[in-house]
């Protein structure tokens, strides 16, 4: 992989992972546009790495609400942050369900499948569009809430619908506070990272090769550093509920990928 590939990867990895515009979806867009000669198949390890760096990236972003949320836990009693961690959990399950009984499934609507991206880039658009129109509450998730959020999470498994804009609409469509909906959205997914991460380490699918550790190290470095920014980006564009402007750009983005659809 060219050193200046990966960097364009992980800089698109680490913005659209918290942007509501569907990671999955733009990096396959990506390669559609430049074909495959000219962006050579990800390596699974270089998506590992890619992944570990936006999971990272999260983490320095919620640092004190992961300190505070571990040593309520070391108490080993119910308090605030048991409760919130059983959310955490409960938001995993389908997910995790998913993952494990439809993962070739899934892995076949990848591999440039560009008009199934757009439509649903589009069906991201009305997402964000009717929670951006949704009203203002102070309501916290729910147990039940978490769990109606995890399917929107696992629904988001499909390219072109955004992990973020489906679980911070979903939740504030259910009347959750928009700062702690996009709160409980980036750290949800947290675990879920880290428990693939794992996954793809004990297959022994991951093929390491010295020629790539240049390439993989910016690819790393352009992803945290982008993510970083994304992450801290959409916090504050949630509290000022701009997410009409992305489900815009979705609309723009969906309609050009299904024009293009065609005409390839």
């Known amino acids: 992989m060219e050193t200046i590939d ?3 990867l992980g800089i698109i990895q680490g913005l659209t992972e918290f942007l509501p515009v569907s990671s999955s979806g733009h990096l396959e867009l990506g390669k559609a546009i430049l074909g495959d000669n000219s962006i050579p198949e ?17 983490i320095v972003v919620f640092r004190k609400d992961i300190l505070i949320l571990i040593k309520g836990l070391l108490q080993f009693k119910k308090n605030e942050e048991s409760i919130f961690s059983l959310k955490i959990i409960i938001s995993m399950i389908p997910a995790v369900l998913v993952g494990l009984f439809f993962e070739e499934q899934l892995e076949r609507l990848f591999g ?6 757009g439509f649903m880039l589009l069906i991201t658009a009305a997402l964000l569009w009717f929670a951006d129109k949704a009203k203002s509450t102070r309501k916290p998730v729910s147990i039940s809430n978490a769990f109606v ?8 498994m499909l390219p072109g619908i955004s992990r973020s804009g489906a679980t911070i609409s979903t939740s504030v469509l259910l009347g959750n506070d928009k700062t702690k909906a996009a709160r409980f959205s980036f ?4 675990p879920l990272i880290f428990g693939k991460i794992a996954k ?8 390491f090769s010295s020629e790539n550790s240049i390439p ?15 992450c801290t980006w959409m916090i504050s564009l949630v509290k000022k509920s701009k997410l009409t402007y992305f489900a815009v750009y979705c609309i723009i983005v969906g309609l050009l990928a299904i024009s293009f659809g065609f005409i390839k």
């Open 6 to 8: 990966a960097i364009i």
């Open 42 to 58: 990800e390596s699974l390890l270089f998506t590992v790495i890619l992944h570990f760096a936006t999971a990272l990236s999260t």
């Open 112 to 117: 440039s499948n560009v008009m199934f991206v």
């Open 149 to 156: 959020i995890g399917i929107a999470q696992a629904i988001a």
């Open 187 to 190: 750290l949800m997914v947290i």
């Open 200 to 207: 793809d380490l004990l297959s022994g699918d991951l093929i």
């Open 216 to 230: 993989m190290t910016v690819g790393f470095i352009a992803a945290f550093v982008s993510g970083l920014f994304a």
